[in-house]
């Protein structure tokens, strides 16, 4: 194939020998960068579980997580995900417009999401129970608080997208951003199912 | 290969053989480990033995052929056999896949018994009474409590010979590891946790104790002398011990566990009832439990601590520390 | 005001010993001579457009190997002290602390700074050629881990000025690495020297990857690769699972640090214990990521100097796979003494003597490669031939540590520094060592002086077993690691020889620097691209390779390619159709890398000293950087036009 003649160099945007496609890189060492993604996590899982005992006599989860405000947060990170998604199918009928409004609403909900983490997190050590408190806490707030990060990272990630497709355009360049940062979404999505059912659910339950 | 080159190798390797021969007359049959003077460090070094004899089977043979090989297929040799597209044969990689897995299952087998047999938490059987020793670790020394008469001491411990000895040990320092070569293996020194380790002295002697994991600046000072003595000269020692002007107390244990470069040994004539468990507990709030991890009750038996280890994974004990 | 100033300044710096004004003295003085070649010699554009904005997969190769080089020098000296410190009972030569601190940096600064750029180094210039690459998936990505690399290097080297050095041991275990015992900055170096670095290896595995994954040149299946393309695969899948490990072990550890979190602590609920399991789930994996390439280089060198084809390569890569996924399942081993219960101890046992399995396999394999071939034994060989002895009683070894109640005997006592020393320099640094010497023409053009070269070889060897074999038995009788004095008379004679091995080695590392000078200097060229009348597609072209390392891919069609196409050219058949050159698309030098890595240093130094007026900007600029990146990267690329690289493939054949 790469060695065909017939070839012109005017192609070589997609065929020259040696070139590959940049997209499918991307998306492959993205979906590797996610693997790493999900050790992390696995990792600070781990700790929590093992350390989640450890309250050294202070408050405990259940005392103080009030899972009301979990459901908010989880509805809006869940419909967020489903509006990434659905701004992916406009990209693809190449409906700049479209895409951009619903990228914009997925941003406002992880926006509304980490306002809420943020008020919970307020209240906790309002409560007195922070980062210093016991371990349990410590696991509590690194865990949580990572995937909060991240979805805090998702959003800038997602504005600089959504500038640098309003300057260029639809190419294959801001196509893939858009489908690698989609990924991202989902993916924040199954981690907060995880952090849902075993912080929250678990303890509280 | 030229004259020269041949010559310098030669030099290498008789320089090789000749260090290494010096260093096992140096002092061949001295060595600790290789002289146990107890039950548990003899048992552990016949399981060293078993494991080189089972290695050498392959490993000798492979220095051999390692030395054949390059030898005869040396490029200078137009005698041996040029076979450049010879790269496969089921039968040879059958071979040394199935001995090397043969000897490790053997060894598996071997191991997974021994590793029953000398679990550290495990009591020695003998008809004699066993000595209770607790063992602290501090920064930089050891303390040792007999609960059973009532004394301690620092850096230096009296065991009777031919009795099995319990080890309780924590730390109030960081993590330590205690060892004593010529009676057995070493376990670590916990803060918060209790640990046990049974050994025992088949004779008199002393014998040489050491901390095996770095717990800060003056670590190398924390070695001690274990004297194994008669049951007579052992309740001489004792009466000794509770004639000492030192008493510890909380106040004086406080001040014998704040950082010291090094200590002389020391006998405490008293000490106080409990002081060993309130260390063990220190850093646990109202509501924890003591955790005795890798250790329990004195007549343990082998079926308590498979129990324990069903746990399977050692975090998942490690986290049962916490008392949840 | 002057008071002040001096009080931080003494705080700041390291101060009171000799040795380290010293080094004071030697630092500033190197920097000086360096800033002032460049200056004079105008080199400094020179510098920042050809090597350190560069995205070209070779240069970033030298450039990691030229550090590791540095950092074994770092290292080695440590070595060295501590070896003259324990030459003779009593001694005062070093403080406990300083003593403390030298193991410490030793062991960090080998493992994190020399084998793992090392072998970043060999990935780099090899893979993209081996496989017939233009470069890696990831150029930009490539030169920020390098650049994260030489951040997090650069941080961690400074403390022995700034500060005061980590003194913790290597894996540094709380509690004595926390803040309860350890309240000095050093500590901090520690962690975000590695968390730093750590980010640069992390997704150097992922850029190589998906390199194997997706960049081999046409017909070459994954079972045709390269066995060092193959080990490469082996070690980036090891680092993409066990890396991240790595950071959140060193999030934790700095949450308990900075923020007084009570993960590794003792009050508060913490479990030290956990600490443990977690850095070993990362540092068993760790040894077989350094020492799986090696392998694979042993496999290169083995075939090309026996002149025959690497014996049972399905074995081979299968043996391979083994190691990586099993070595995450021994990690228990590290702490047969904690007390786990017997049957956690029999099943980490076992794991860990099955590991032996597949690389006793390899061994044979080896062997049998050189079995019925034709030898000869330039330096690539004989590293590859000393590993094997080396390799082979360390591996024993390290099977009688396995056995977890022996190991009761052996656990933290020099048994144990033998014997992972005879496995990483056995493996790792000889390996290591064939492998450049063996790829040192591809990346320079020129070969090494071999005679230098042997000097240098017998040296490390004889200084190497008179180092460690006693060590061995300095072990079984009783003494223990990390100990910065010892009293015991009968420890006297096996100390001193293992000092003295050491200076051997030391001395046989002045051999190489040496080498290398002169080589530059009295260069023997590689004229032809295939020196060692290799097998693989590297040597298939000029050295060093052009730009774009291959004017034409070439179809693949069996292992060994260019040993079969040199044979179909012998035999006077028709030679690869290369089909005819087309302009080659290639990624543009990029800024981004080094200013990234400016920023991490700037966020780690100030997180190091609680800085946050120094953090909080560091990180802003690392963010800043992303989004420069993000929004230039379409921009980043061009094209060699065909006129051209006809022009550089004429020079390079010396025919038009």
Not at chain 1, 123 to 144: D, K, N, P, R
Not at chain 1, 186 to 202: G, K, N, P, R, T
Not at chain 2, 33 to 54: E, H, R, S, W, Y
Request: negative net charge; aromatic residues 14%.
């Amino acid at each position: 194939m790469a060695q065909s003649p017939a070839h012109g160099s005017d192609h070589h945007d997609h065929h020259a020998a040696g070139h590959h496609d940049p997209q499918d890189l991307k998306l492959l060492g993205f979906w590797i960068f996610l693997v790493t993604d999900v050790i992390m996590f696995s990792t600070l899982f781990a700790t929590f579980i093992v350390l989640r005992g450890g309250t050294d006599g202070g408050p405990t989860g259940a005392d103080l997580l009030e899972i009301n405000g979990i459901i908010i947060s989880t509805f809006l990170l869940l419909t967020s995900s489903f509006t990434s998604g659905v701004a992916v199918l406009a990209m693809h009928q190449n409906k700049i417009k479209q895409m951009i409004i619903w990228l914009v609403i997925t941003g406002l909900l992880g926006a509304g999401f980490l306002y809420l983490e943020v008020n919970e997190f307020l209240h906790l050590i309002h409560e007195g129970a922070t980062l210093q408190t016991s371990a349990f806490w410590s696991s509590f707030f690194t865990l949580v608080g990572t995937h909060g990060v991240h979805v805090t990272v998702g959003l800038f990630w997602m504005i600089s997208i959504i500038i640098q497709i309003v300057r260029r355009g639809l190419t294959d360049d801001t196509k893939g951003k858009v489908t690698v940062f989609s990924l991202y979404w989902h993916f924040l999505d199954a981690v907060w199912i995880f952090l849902l059912s075993i912080v929250y659910l678990m303890e509280v339950m | 290969m030229s004259k020269k080159r041949r010559s310098l190798v030669r030099a290498a390797f008789s320089a090789i053989t000749l260090v290494m021969t010096m260093l096992l007359l140096s002092g061949c049959g001295n060595y600790m480990v290789l002289n146990p003077k107890g039950p548990i460090a003899a048992q552990q070094l016949d399981l060293i033995i078993i494991t080189v004899i089972l290695c050498a089977i392959i490993i000798v043979p492979v220095l051999v052929i390692t030395f054949v090989i390059v030898w005869r297929y040396r490029a200078t040799n137009k005698k041996a056999d040029y076979k450049p597209e010879w790269a496969h044969s089921n039968l040879l990689e059958t071979i040394w896949w199935g001995i090397p897995i043969v000897i490790v299952i053997v060894l598996a087998i071997v191991t997974v018994r021994y590793t029953h047999e000398l679990e550290p938490s495990k009591a020695i059987a003998s008809e004699k009474d066993e000595v209770t020793i607790q063992v602290v670790s501090l920064n930089w020394k050891w303390l040792f409590i007999y609960p059973e008469e009532g004394i301690a001491t620092v850096n230096t411990i009296t065991i009777p010979e031919d009795r099995p000895v319990r080890f309780e040990l924590t730390a109030d320092s960081p993590m330590n590891s205690f060892w004593i070569p010529e009676l057995g293996g070493q376990i670590y020194a916990m803060s918060g946790m209790s640990m046990a380790l049974h050994l025992q002295a088949d004779e008199p002697g002393t014998y040489f104790g050491t901390a095996a994991n770095f717990t800060g600046e003056h670590f190398e000072n924390m070695t001690f002398d274990v004297n194994a003595t008669s049951d007579a000269e052992y309740d001489q020692w004792i009466e000794k011990a509770k004639q000492s002007p030192e008493t510890l107390t909380d106040e004086s244990y406080e001040e014998l566990s704040k950082p010291s470069e090094k200590e002389e040994p020391m006998l405490y004539s008293s000490v106080p009832d409990g002081i060993y468990e309130r260390i063990v507990t220190k850093y646990m709030h109202d509501g924890a439990e003591l955790h005795q991890h890798g250790s329990a009750s004195a007549d343990e038996t082998n079926g308590s601590t498979s129990a324990e280890a069903t746990n399977a994974n050692s975090e998942e004990a490690s986290s049962s520390h916490n008392g949840h | 005001m002057l008071e002040k100033i001096k009080e931080f300044a003494s705080e700041f710096f390291v101060t009171g010993d000799p040795l380290i004004y010293g080094a004071d003295v030697s630092i500033v003085l190197a920097t000086l001579g360096i800033v002032f070649v460049l200056t004079y010699f105008k080199k400094w554009g020179w510098l920042w457009k050809d090597w350190l904005t560069t995205v070209d997969h070779k240069k970033i190769g030298i450039m990691y190997i030229l550090a590791a080089i540095v950092m074994l020098f770092r290292g080695g000296v440590d070595a060295v002290m501590m070896r003259t410190q324990l030459a003779f009972p009593d001694l005062n030569f070093l403080e406990a602390d300083h003593y403390n601190q030298i193991f410490t940096t030793h062991g960090v600064v080998m493992i994190f700074f020399m084998a793992m750029p090392f072998m970043f180094g060999l990935f780099n210039i090899v893979v993209p050629l081996q496989i017939g690459a233009r470069d890696v998936a990831f150029p930009f990505l490539n030169s920020l881990s390098f650049w994260l690399f030489a951040a997090g290097a650069m941080l961690f080297n400074l403390s022995f000025v700034i500060g005061g050095s980590p003194d913790a041991g290597w894996l540094s275990y709380p509690p004595l690495s926390g803040t309860q015992f350890n309240p000095g900055v050093g500590q901090n170096f520690y962690i975000w020297g590695i968390q730093i670095s750590g980010i640069g290896s992390l997704a150097s595995g992922i850029n190589f990857i998906v390199t194997i994954l997706k960049m081999r040149a046409p017909g070459m299946t994954m079972m045709k690769m390269p066995m060092f393309t193959w080990s490469v695969f082996a070690a980036s899948t090891t680092i993409i699972f066990a890396f991240p490990i790595l950071t959140i072990t060193m999030l934790l550890l700095f949450m308990d640090r900075f923020f007084g979190a009570h993960f590794f602590t003792l009050d508060g609920g913490g479990n030290p214990m956990m600490y443990i399991n977690l850095i070993w789930m990362w540092g068993h994996p760790e040894v077989y990521i350094v020492v799986l390439p090696a392998f694979g280089v042993f496999s290169e060198t083995v075939a090309t100097f026996a002149r025959k084809r690497l014996f049972g390569y399905a074995s081979m890569v299968f043996a391979m796979v083994i190691i990586s996924i099993i070595s995450f399942f021994t990690w228990a081993h590290h702490f047969f003494t904690m007390g786990s219960g017997a049957n956690v101890n029999a099943f980490f046992a076992v794991t860990t003597m099955i590991i032996a399995i597949p690389t006793g396999v390899k061994i044979f394999n080896w062997l049998f490669t050189m079995y019925k071939g034709r030898i000869t034994f330039p330096t690539p060989m004989m590293w590859t031939i000393a590993f094997i002895p080396a390799f082979v009683v360390g591996g024993m070894t390290g099977v009688m540590l396995s056995v977890a109640p022996a190991d009761f005997q052996f656990h933290n006592s020099y048994f144990l520094i033998a014997h992972f020393h005879q496995v990483l320099i056995g493996g790792v640094v000889f390996g290591y060592f064939a492998g450049l010497y063996y790829w040192w023409p591809k990346m320079f053009g020129f070969k090494l002086n071999e005679y230098l070269g042997k000097w240098a070889f017998w040296l490390w060897n004889i200084g190497f077993y008179i180092c460690f074999m006693p060590q061995y038995l300095v072990g079984l009788d009783g003494m223990t690691r990390r100990i910065s004095v010892f009293s015991d008379p009968d420890w006297q004679g096996l100390n001193i020889a293992s000092t003295i091995g050491a200076y051997i080695m030391g001395l046989a590392f002045v051999f190489q620097v040496a080498q290398i000078v002169y080589s530059m200097f009295r260069k023997e060229m590689d004229t032809t691209g295939d020196i060692w009348d290799a097998r693989t597609l590297e040597f298939s072209i000029a050295s060093p390779a052009p730009e774009y390392n291959f004017a034409v891919i070439p179809q693949v069609h069996s292992r060994d390619e260019w040993w079969e196409e040199k044979e179909r050219r012998a035999r006077g058949e028709k030679p690869w159709d290369l089909g005819k050159i087309e302009p080659i698309h290639m990624p543009k030098n990029s800024a981004i890398g080094p200013i990234m890595g400016a920023f991490w240093f700037i966020a780690g130094f100030g997180l190091v000293f609680h800085w946050l007026w120094m953090a909080i900007p560091g990180f802003i600029g690392i963010f800043a950087c992303m989004y420069a990146r993000s929004f230039s990267a379409h921009k980043a690329e061009y094209y060699i036009p065909v006129e051209e690289v006809e022009r550089t493939e004429a020079k390079l054949r010396g025919s038009v």
